[in-house]
């Protein structure tokens, strides 16, 4: 049923029961709002199913348990951390921030959060919605999902013939749809029911369901593109915001995957997703940093767990699904930053210390033998003084990030879809420079929040200025985009959509510029490169 406004604006009626929120420094606030079922015993690693409801009014006032996940005291070298206790299964809930509880049917914007599939929180306060809201007048929604083992495991042939035993249910998904099985995929499941709660509730909330933008960042930009391609999805969004997304990766077909599910449960000490039933959740938690040594190849960024393309609910690439049906006329922002691999790789001295010839043989693996020499050579012409080290990170940031997602602006422009480009620049001046601007480097900014990550390494010694004055043109753009699919403002220079001719792509740095193939050294290597390798 929809709102009807009355005199206590932080309680709205929905089909599912009433909600509470609370008043935040100007806007009302709805945490830990169940969007489908908790997926725990019976329902671990089947859909997500619809939540039935509740009686009285729900308090929604605190943020519920975020997905399980490793948990390292004291956090990371680079963003501090990014998942605080408590963890729980019962975690598909999402977080709702808006100006009014109303019916002004303000835009909407989804976010959500990456984390190498294993890692992160709708409600963590670096993601808060709160900037959003306040300075775009948006409705924005912050999801959690389940990951690592109990989002992306993909079970082998004998346990996928056990789907919809044991409970007498047949399988369907959180709107209450029939769901064939989800495969290892019920993380897509899980978004694609949060999805479907927004669009059919957030009238209640003062939002737009027909003006829905999904952003997200790192395994939550491949997440997004992936939710774009689900059957059904794309009429229900009408813009994505793609930062970081790690295209490069080789998703495997369900075949691809069992290796690592043996792994796994061997690991887990387990013959089946039966008998891991069994076991509590930190037991699985457990037994996933096993398979970060067991699937770890140098010079590659370590992904225990990754998307299945299952040809039931993930029918291609991500990156593809932004190319056909439907979800090939959604609006497009996508962008990369210049030194995504340091994040990973160069604060590592087993990476940071790589001579010569050892990372010509990574290229190698990449483009040939016979092409490395001069492959190095052309990475060490775009970086004047580089290390091999430098030459490594640059390669690695090509194939995963940038070069993927050029091909994918590229694509859009030749067949005329609407597709805006960005890289970043900025770089952090943490441990003497060695990050540059690394992978999430670009998310203080892009929520113009940086209050909420004092405690993030990277972005300490940051130039208050300069930082702040690149954060609100950054900022206000994807403000702007999620409000009309068209990223300009008055504050910054024109930014025009990425074309076959210009690919005009957006620089923020110190000084904000929108450049022709800013990526064209790189562009021109990788496709020369495949060329030989092809020809």
């Given amino acids: 049923m929809a709102h009807i406004p009355g005199p206590d604006e932080t309680v709205v009626d929905l089909p599912a029961g009433r909600l509470r929120g609370a008043v935040e420094d100007g806007l009302t606030v709805f945490r830990a709002v169940p969007y489908a079922a908790s997926p725990v015993g019976a329902l671990r690693w089947r859909p997500a199913r619809p939540h039935p409801g509740w009686s009285g009014t729900r308090d929604a006032t605190a943020d519920g348990p975020s997905a399980p996940q490793m948990y390292r005291e004291g956090g990371d070298p680079v963003l501090g951390g990014h998942g605080e206790p408590p963890f729980d299964e019962d975690c598909l809930t999402l977080n709702v921030w808006t100006p009014g509880v109303d019916d002004a049917r303000r835009p909407v914007l989804v976010w959500i959060h990456g984390g190498g599939f294993v890692s992160g929180s709708g409600s963590l306060p670096t993601y808060s919605g709160a900037t959003f809201a306040r300075d775009g007048d948006l409705v924005v929604v912050g999801i959690n999902y389940r990951i690592g083992p109990l989002g992306y495991l993909h079970p082998t042939p004998e346990d996928e013939e056990g789907y ?252 005329g879809r609407p597709v805006w480009a960005y890289q970043f620049d900025f770089p952090s001046p943490a441990y003497e420079g060695r990050l540059g601007a690394a992978h999430c480097l670009e998310l203080p900014f892009a929520f113009d929040n940086f209050d909420q990550w004092a405690n993030a390494p990277f972005v300490a010694g940051l130039a208050p200025a300069v930082r702040d004055g690149l954060a609100h043109t950054m900022h206000r753009a994807w403000i702007a985009f999620a409000r009309t699919g068209d990223p300009n403002h008055p504050d910054m220079p024109h930014w025009s959509p990425y074309g076959a001719d210009t690919r005009t792509t957006m620089r923020f740095d110190s000084v904000v510029t929108a450049l022709d193939d800013l990526a064209g050294d790189s562009r021109r290597l990788h496709e020369g490169a495949l060329r030989r390798l092809t020809s």
């Fill in 164 to 415: 919809g035993d044991g409970d007498g249910a047949a399988d369907t998904d959180g709107a209450g749809h029939a769901a064939r099985p989800a495969g290892g995929n019920h993380w897509l499941g899980d978004q694609l029911a949060a999805l479907r709660w927004v669009h059919e509730n957030i009238a209640s909330f003062g939002g737009d369901p027909d003006s829905i933008t999904v952003a997200g960042q790192s395994g939550g930009a491949v997440s997004t593109a992936a939710l774009a391609g689900a059957p059904g999805a794309a009429d229900l969004i009408r813009r994505v915001i793609l930062m970081s997304p790690p295209f490069g990766l080789d998703f495997p077909s369900p075949e691809g995957s069992l290796e690592r599910t043996a792994a796994y449960l061997e690991l887990a000490g387990a013959k089946s997703l039966a008998e891991l039933r069994s076991q509590e959740w930190p037991a699985l938690i457990a037994a996933a940093g096993g398979l970060f040594a067991r699937t770890a190849r140098w010079g590659y960024w370590p992904t225990p767990f990754l998307p299945v393309i299952d040809g039931v609910t993930l029918h291609r690439h991500p990156a593809d699904a932004l190319l056909h049906g439907a979800a090939a006329g959604i609006e497009v922002l996508i962008g990369w930053t210049r030194e995504e691999a340091n994040f990973g790789f160069a604060l590592d001295p087993g990476h940071a210390d790589a001579d010569r010839e050892r990372v010509t043989a990574r290229i190698a693996e990449t483009f040939g033998a016979g092409a490395a020499p001069d492959v190095y050579a052309a990475y060490e012409r775009t970086r004047p003084g580089s290390r091999p080290a430098d030459v490594l990170m640059d390669l690695i940031t090509d194939e995963l990030f940038r070069m993927p997602a050029v091909r994918l602006a590229e694509a859009r422009a030749a067949a």
